[in-house]
Each structure stands twice: as structure tokens, then as C-alpha cells.
């Protein structure tokens, strides 16, 4: 007892001097709460998998709100149903969210400038842009500046197609203009930016009251937006997020697939591969490869076309071209079929490449290359191996039974019902129902496995 006193004894002393001194006034204040900001990529085409994705993060922060929720926004625009779908989510966000367009370089066009007029803050990167968001149609274009209605004697009334393009412009301009005034935006130049498709750069957004401010990241974006007041579901709140835990969300491997097939030209090329996949497994039975890669192309490209806006008369002239092109191997009109279904397909794929409603125009020519290609390499697969292919199968059959019924052999025995017979340098044994002399010709009628079935030369029917 006495030793184990002696050891306990020092640090007894030091525990003893240690909580009699006063406590340093570091360790003495309450420790400060780290804030959590999530950064939600926006990145793309604002597509039906995005819109998903996107939704099933702000349904997490209902039920584990962060302190701020980052929308890092780059995108050339989208569809205008799942542009809607963001914004839905962000009006109804529990937390404040900032649509920050970066990096440098990046651009929130067409759809992009809906969602970064909905968010309650809004912020651009040096050496980014914002606008041109006047919708597109399915199926055409609208003008630039529509003229308003005309209306008295001499004015020529306005044609359906008309009429529905100002209904969707008109549509658009009321929904950018009540998102600038939930947020006290500029909504004169909202509603130029979808009649005439104008842009802006960081500098002259932030001028115009598009923006709220400038930041070149993340960090330095956080301690601009520290401390101030914005309105919030109708209320000045005051933002305090110092000190901040960032989480930079990752979409994860099954949304980044579902976002690569909801890509037009994937689709276009899927259906190309899946339709040249089961034409090759067709004509040439037995591969299984072939049409199993072409089963599943097809049934990817399908499920694209299900959430991407497909211009129904692209793909009808693609599979009329195709037809059209398989007609021609099997009847043989002189190239007649084969011109036409080359200049269907053509046509088809013009009209296949489109942009989906609400996004810049990309225009038919950048995809010339491409599509030129395709029609060369698909045209010369059905016109040429296909047409080999069958012809190789409508041959006459040269081997087994098929190959040698009515040739005609000589006998090496004289034999009534079993000998030998001698055909193509080969040979065979033979049966016959009528007697058979040496070296006389004889006619094959069949065969039982490898025993031919043969009749004197002299005894064959007319």
C-alpha cells in the first residue's frame, strides 16, 4: 500500500493543481455550431432523371434540414416539365437555397434562367452568362419577338400554330415574371430574356438586378451571404452560416446512367444499333450475340424515348427508310427502293435531332457529319451484308442429302439389295429394289442415315 501510494501520489498533486487554477477563457465559451450546407450539382440537361434525382435530395432535407442548400447550376436548358418539377422543389424547400451559375464559364440558359430566378438568392461566377429563355415546341420554332394580335378590317386572322405558339410564350412570360416577384427580381428583364432569348454576363446581371451577387467559389460565396437578410417563404430571415460544413452531393451511378440515356443522340444510336442488331441476327440465325444486343438496344432506346420529347415523324421515316431499304434486297426494283430509303432515313435522322422544349435551338447542321455517317454505314449493312446474306440462303443446298438427291453415281457391284456405289469420288454403301449391275449408272432417290437409296439409271422416270 505504501508503494502504490507513493506512485499515485505525483499524480494526485498535478490533478489537484490543475482544477484549482482558473480556466482559460478558451476553454470557457460555448463552442460554436457548425453549420451544414449541401451543394447540389446542376449540371446539364435539365432532364426527367435530374429533375429526379434533385427532388429525392430536397424530400432528405424535410426530413434533415441543413442550414443552406447550394445549387451549383451549368446547363444549356431542358425540358419544361422537369424544369417546373426543380422549382416546385425549391419554392417548397425548408431551407433557403442559392442558385450560384459556376463555374467560370458555365451558363444558366433557357430552363437554367427559370430555376435561378426561383431561388431565393442568386449568385454568378466571373465569366458566366444567364438567359435566353424563350421555349421551343415540340415540332418547330417559335419567333423571337411574337407581334401582338392584330385585329380590324384588313388584318388577316392568326392560324391555329399561331395561336398556340403565343399561348406558350405568353405562359412562359407569366411564370418567369411571378418567380422574379416571389424574389424581388428584375422582371422587365425576365420577360425580354424569353421574348427575344437576351443574355447577360455576371457583371451586367448583377447590374440589373438579375442577381444578387458575384462570387468566383464557394468559400468566398458563403461569407458574402453570411449575415444577410433575405425574404423567405414571406418572411426577412437572417442567414448565419459561419462556420460552414460543406457536403458536395454526387449523384449517384444509377442516376448518371439514366441521365446519359435520356441523351437524344444516345437514343438515336441505340435504336440504329438495336435495329442493325436483330437484321444481322435474322438473316444470319444461330449468332445469338447479335440479337441479344440488339433486344436490349432496342429496349434502351424505347425507355429514352419514354422521357425524351422524340419527334414521331424522325422516327417513322427511320423505320420507313429501313423498310424501304430491306425491300429492295428481297425484290430487286432496280435501286428504286434503295434511293428512297436512303433519302428517308436521311430525313428521319434531320428530324430525330432536335432540342426539347424550352432549350436553345441546336441546330441540324452541327449533327451533319454524324448523321451522313450513320446513313452511309446503315444503308450499306442492309444493302450490302443483308443482301449477301440471303442470297447465300435462298443457294441451292450442295452437301448431305439435300446435295446429292437425283445426282447420279456408278455401282461397283453387281447387288439386289445392299452394294456399294461410287458418288463424287466417294464411296457409299447403297440399296436398291431392283437388281443393280456393276458399272451401270444409278440415280440417288434418298438415305437412311449414311446408306443411299438408289434405282438403275435405265428405270428413271421422265
Known amino acids: 500500500m505504501a508503494r502504490l501510494f ?5 499524480f494526485l498533486i498535478f490533478w ?5 487554477s482558473p480556466v482559460p477563457p ?3 465559451q460555448t463552442p460554436r455550431v457548425v453549420h451544414r450546407v449541401w451543394v447540389l450539382p446542376l449540371s446539364g440537361a435539365v432532364t426527367p432523371p435530374m429533375a429526379t434525382y434533385l427532388h429525392r435530395w430536397f424530400e432528405r432535407a424535410k426530413e434533415r434540414p441543413p442550414s443552406l442548400i447550394i445549387l451549383r447550376i451549368d446547363t444549356p436548358g431542358g425540358l419544361s416539365g422537369s424544369m417546373r418539377s426543380i422549382i416546385k422543389d425549391i419554392l417548397a424547400s425548408p431551407v433557403p437555397v442559392v442558385g450560384y451559375v459556376a463555374p467560370g464559364g458555365a451558363r444558366a440558359a433557357s430552363a437554367g434562367t427559370y430555376i435561378l430566378y426561383a431561388c431565393p438568392l442568386a449568385a454568378m461566377s466571373p465569366g458566366t452568362n444567364v438567359g435566353s429563355a424563350t421555349p421551343i415546341p415540340v415540332g418547330g420554332s417559335l419567333p423571337l419577338l411574337p407581334e401582338p394580335a392584330r385585329t380590324g378590317k384588313g388584318s388577316k386572322p392568326s392560324s391555329p400554330s399561331d395561336t398556340e405558339e403565343r ?11 411571378s418567380l422574379a416577384e416571389v424574389n424581388g427580381r428584375n422582371a422587365a428583364w425576365a420577360e425580354k430574356a424569353v421574348l427575344s432569348a437576351a443574355n447577360l454576363s455576371a457583371r451586367q446581371a448583377l447590374d440589373q ?5 458575384i462570387s468566383p467559389d464557394i468559400p468566398t460565396l458563403l461569407e458574402q451571404i453570411d449575415g444577410r437578410t433575405l425574404t423567405f417563404h414571406g418572411q426577412k430571415i437572417l442567414l448565419s452560416i459561419e462556420p460552414a ?16 440515356l435520356s441523351r437524344p443522340e444516345l437514343a438515336y444510336l441505340l435504336f440504329l444499333l438495336g435495329v442493325v442488331g436483330l437484321a444481322f441476327e435474322f438473316s444470319h440465325p444461330g449468332f445469338v450475340l447479335p440479337g441479344i444486343t440488339g433486344l ?5 432506346a424505347f425507355y429514352a424515348f419514354t422521357i425524351l420529347p422524340v419527334n414521331l415523324t424522325g422516327l417513322l421515316l427511320l423505320l420507313l427508310g429501313i423498310s424501304l431499304m430491306v425491300a429492295e434486297v428481297l425484290v430487286g426494283a432496280f435501286g428504286g427502293l434503295a434511293v428512297a430509303g436512303i433519302v428517308s432515313f436521311f430525313l428521319g435522322s434531320l428530324f430525330f435531332f432536335r432540342a426539347p422544349e424550352g432549350e436553345v435551338a441546336t441546330p441540324a447542321s452541327s449533327y451533319l457529319p454524324l448523321i451522313l455517317l450513320l446513313t452511309l454505314l446503315v444503308s450499306g449493312f442492309f444493302l450490302g451484308v443483308i443482301r449477301l446474306a440471303l442470297k447465300a440462303r435462298m443457294r441451292p443446298v450442295l452437301t448431305g442429302f439435300e446435295g446429292t438427291k437425283g445426282e447420279r453415281g456408278t455401282a461397283l457391284d453387281s447387288f439386289q439389295k445392299k452394294g456399294r456405289v461410287r458418288l463424287h469420288s466417294e464411296i457409299w454403301w447403297a440399296t436398291s429394289p431392283v437388281p443393280v449391275k456393276e458399272g451401270e449408272q444409278v440415280v440417288i432417290e434418298g438415305m437412311t442415315g449414311l446408306t443411299l437409296k438408289v434405282r438403275p ?4 422416270a421422265p
Open 26 to 28: 478558451i476553454l470557457a
Open 16 to 20: 489537484g493543481v490543475a482544477l484549482s
Open 6 to 10: 507513493a506512485v499515485c501520489l505525483p
Open 296 to 300: 436490349m438496344a432496342i429496349i434502351l
Open 209 to 213: 438586378h438579375v442577381i444578387d451577387l
Open 245 to 260: 460544413s460543406l457536403r458536395f452531393v454526387r449523384p449517384q451511378w444509377k442516376d448518371r446512367l439514366l441521365e446519359i
Open 457 to 460: 439409271a435405265s428405270e428413271e
Open 167 to 177: 399561348k406558350i410564350v405568353n405562359d412562359a412570360v407569366a411564370y418567369i415574371r
